[in-house]
């Protein structure tokens, strides 16, 4: 990794690349230390025990722990996203006519997924508001009256869409993965922060006879990062190769190759689905706590979106399962494939071509992401009961999510700056 930097910062191009998107993170970290006007973010002290907050501040860089204003983040377009693509599987005409399209149809699909974005972002950041005003003790909105909400609301969704601008720009004119970039960013951010809780939790908040189970802990802790961190990045590079005939022969070319199927071909994705979609329900239940909070079926739903209960914990891993094979599904798309080969002149051997590759490719790929669902459900879940069971800090009850974006990102953007490499160093038939 160290490496594939120092030899992409020796050509122009690319470090121009790099140098742009540390610029936009640095543009984006300083932003989510604004504090929006009118609130008294210190009492949100108060709601560090609620799983929704540290959920929204981990992916947010602790921009929601400052209720900056770029507090709600890139969240609100990861779920207008979400919909968008699930209104593409024959659900909306329109939108499937315009999935079809090539270029002109994603430009068109993405603006409204912006649309929706601003939607849901002012629909969020009013939740949120009203909600956290609710929880917290020392009173967090000064002046909480209708105008204060819609005003509040308007700078948040203006933050997101902003934040959201800027991870196009690193898709654009950086080094890509714009938004998964952003969410590395606020992570990353927050590792000193959490390393600093874990270390007053087990070594100042202590008696001197329990340091040594402290040390014990802490071993076991880092011991149970590096296999995680292993395992993530072996899961993430492991790929299935098809073979693949080619029918048409081409001076020069080869007669066979392969086509590689990535167990998790979904990627970092899923996760950061999930994770959203625990997060926007949990914003409209806390906005109507002062009104519904005593009723039966409010501390139901407060159970459903609660990953640090057990159904909670459940939905989200089931989340996290569905997703892989829905993105796994999108990012391959069986049909177009097969379609592609089809029109290629190429084949997998015994396998029809058409429908027949269609099925093939289909049920391989249901059987590679089940391998990659399970994986990635087991190292979100397995960390969020060991934080229940043993009562221990929040921040280590999100590490196995933490962890899996983090290797996840690191990973797509080193391919970036190889597939960027290899594109220089590629010498045409003309030379």
């Known amino acids: 990794m160290f490496k594939l930097l120092k030899d992409a910062f020796k050509v122009k191009d690319i470090r121009s690349k790099i140098l742009f998107t540390v610029f936009v ?11 929006v006007p009118g609130v008294n973010a210190s009492s949100l002290q108060n709601l560090s025990s609620l799983p929704f907050f540290n959920m929204l501040n ?16 890139v969240s609100p377009y990861i779920t207008a996203s979400i919909v968008i693509q699930l209104l593409q599987m024959d659900i909306v005409p329109r939108f499937v006519e315009w999935s079809k399209q090539g270029e002109v149809g994603r430009k068109k699909l993405n603006q409204a997924t912006r649309y929706l974005t601003l939607v849901l972002a002012f629909v969020q ?14 009173g967090f909105v000064n002046n909480p009256n209708v105008s204060t909400y819609v005003t509040i609301g308007l700078i948040l969704t203006a933050g997101t869409m902003f934040v959201t601008w800027l991870g196009e720009q690193i898709t654009e004119k950086g080094i890509g993965n714009g938004v998964s970039m952003i969410i590395f960013a606020g992570i990353i951010s927050r590792l000193p922060e959490s390393v600093k809780e ?30 995680i961190v292993t395992c993530v990045t072996f899961f993430q590079q492991a790929e299935r190769k098809i073979p693949i005939q080619y029918t048409k022969r081409v001076a020069g070319a080869p007669t066979s190759s392969y086509l590689p199927l990535k167990v998790n071909a979904a990627g970092v994705i899923p996760v950061i689905f999930a994770s959203s979609f625990i997060a926007t329900p949990n914003a409209v239940l806390q906005a109507l706590s002062g009104r519904f909070g005593a009723e039966n079926w409010y501390k139901i739903m ?23 094979f829905f993105y796994a599904f999108v990012q391959v798309n069986p049909e177009k494939l097969a379609e592609n080969l089809q029109k290629q002149g190429s084949y997998i051997p015994s396998v029809r071509p058409g429908k027949g590759t269609e099925e093939y490719v289909s049920s391989l790929l249901m059987r590679l992401s089940t391998v990659g669902a399970i994986f990635l459900g087991l190292v979100a879940l397995l960390p969020i009961i060991a934080q229940m069971i043993w009562n221990l800090p929040q921040s280590i009850g999100l590490g196995g999510t933490s962890l899996l974006i983090v290797i996840g990102v690191a990973l797509e953007t080193a391919k970036q700056l190889e597939g960027l490499m290899l594109k220089r160093k590629y010498v045409g038939f003309i030379e």
């Open 125 to 138: 950041s009013v939740g949120i508001t009203a909600g956290f005003n609710q929880y917290a003790q020392l």
């Open 58 to 73: 981990l992916v947010s860089g602790s921009a929601m722990q400052n209720f900056s204003i770029f507090s709600m983040g």
């Open 198 to 227: 874990i270390y007053e939790d087990y070594f100042v908040n202590i008696n001197q006879s329990d340091i040594w189970k402290s040390a014990i802990f802490i071993a076991i802790l880092i011991v149970a990062i590096l296999l």
């Open 302 to 324: 407060m159970q459903i979106f609660n990953y640090n209960t057990a159904p909670g914990a459940t939905i989200y891993t089931i989340l996290i399962v569905a997703f892989t």
């Open 25 to 35: 993170l640095f543009v984006f970290r300083l932003g989510a230390h604004i504090t």
